[in-house]
């Protein structure tokens, strides 16, 4: 479904992302390990096109979406994104913050993108705090939120660039248990993390980045019970 060839980034002459291959399948989920700097967040902001590519190829199901002066806003409907901070406008509810996208980019009205939305809330627990302001919600609420907000665009693929690192321990299991539920209903997904029980837990494969290279992938109980490469074991060492 998105496959990565050879790509590369450099931000003024230091490279972040070195030469990465990844295939992402359909329903799939890969979570990608590392130390801070290693380039996930990196990987995934150019998966979303975020940042342009220095060199390589991008291509979502086979169309070439890393070519220069290609639109960006329609990939970025197809392929959602959410970050670490939930980065809601605060003098709006919650509801409101979910329902600009719709609005502004696929001029539905409000009327028509509300039902999908309150079908959302309900299905991740926030039928009440609709109509609350970010200030009045908790941390794991707004990033359920922040991740409502992605879905109503009802994207392809969905990426999570660190989302409970912000929060407090007891708040990391709800948005986990989002997660969970998008796995079980095959959202394909893409999901840096430092959570290395969920990653055992849920993943297809892991991928650990060092560097800006890959360098081992496999499937969780490989990658994270047995890794082969030395650095990948240097750094589960820290990590476990």
């Given at each position: 479904m998105l496959r990565l060839e050879q790509?590369?980034?450099?931000?003024?002459?230091n490279a972040v992302i070195r030469g990465v291959d990844l295939e992402i399948g359909a329903g799939e989920m890969v979570c990608l390990i590392g130390a801070s700097g290693s380039g996930k967040s990196t990987l995934l902001r150019l998966m979303n096109l975020l940042e342009p590519?220095?060199?390589?190829?991008?291509?979502l199901e086979g169309v070439d979406i890393s070519?220069?002066?290609?639109?960006?806003?329609?990939?970025?409907?197809?392929?959602?994104?959410?970050?670490?901070?939930?980065?809601?406008?605060?003098?709006m509810t919650a509801v409101e913050n979910?329902?600009?996208a719709p609005r502004r980019v696929r001029g539905q009205s409000r009327e028509q993108a509300r039902p999908s939305?309150?079908?959302?809330?309900?299905?991740?627990g926030l039928a009440d705090?609709?109509?609350?302001?970010?200030?009045?919600?908790?941390?794991?609420?707004?990033q359920r939120v922040a991740i409502i907000r992605a879905l109503a665009m009802q994207p392809?693929?969905?990426?999570?660039?660190?989302?409970?690192?912000?929060?407090d321990p007891e708040l990391v299991g709800e948005v986990l248990d989002v997660l969970r539920s998008l796995r079980d209903e095959g959202m394909?997904?893409?999901?840096a993390t430092h959570e290395m029980a969920f990653a055992r837990e849920v993943a297809d494969r892991v991928c650990f980045l060092d560097g800006g290279r890959i360098v081992e992938m496999g499937p969780p109980e490989q990658v994270l019970g047995h890794p082969r490469e030395a650095r990948t074991r240097a750094f589960l060492s820290r990590v476990l």
């Amino acid at each position: 479904m998105l496959r990565l060839e050879q790509v590369q980034k450099a931000f003024g002459g230091n490279a972040v992302i070195r030469g990465v291959d990844l295939e992402i399948g359909a329903g799939e989920m890969v979570c990608l390990i590392g130390a801070s700097g290693s380039g996930k967040s990196t990987l995934l902001r150019l998966m979303n096109l975020l940042e342009p590519v220095d060199d390589g190829r991008i291509w979502l199901e086979g169309v070439d979406i890393s070519e220069p002066g290609l639109d960006p806003q329609p990939i970025r409907q197809r392929i959602g994104i959410v970050f670490q901070q939930y980065n809601l406008f605060p003098h709006m509810t919650a509801v409101e913050n979910v329902l600009l996208a719709p609005r502004r980019v696929r001029g539905q009205s409000r009327e028509q993108a509300r039902p999908s939305a309150e079908a959302l809330f309900s299905r991740f627990g926030l039928a009440d705090r609709m109509e609350h302001y970010p200030d009045q919600l908790s941390g794991g609420q707004q990033q359920r939120v922040a991740i409502i907000r992605a879905l109503a665009m009802q994207p392809q693929i969905m990426l999570f660039d660190e989302i409970t690192s912000a929060l407090d321990p007891e708040l990391v299991g709800e948005v986990l248990d989002v997660l969970r539920s998008l796995r079980d209903e095959g959202m394909t997904m893409v999901l840096a993390t430092h959570e290395m029980a969920f990653a055992r837990e849920v993943a297809d494969r892991v991928c650990f980045l060092d560097g800006g290279r890959i360098v081992e992938m496999g499937p969780p109980e490989q990658v994270l019970g047995h890794p082969r490469e030395a650095r990948t074991r240097a750094f589960l060492s820290r990590v476990l």
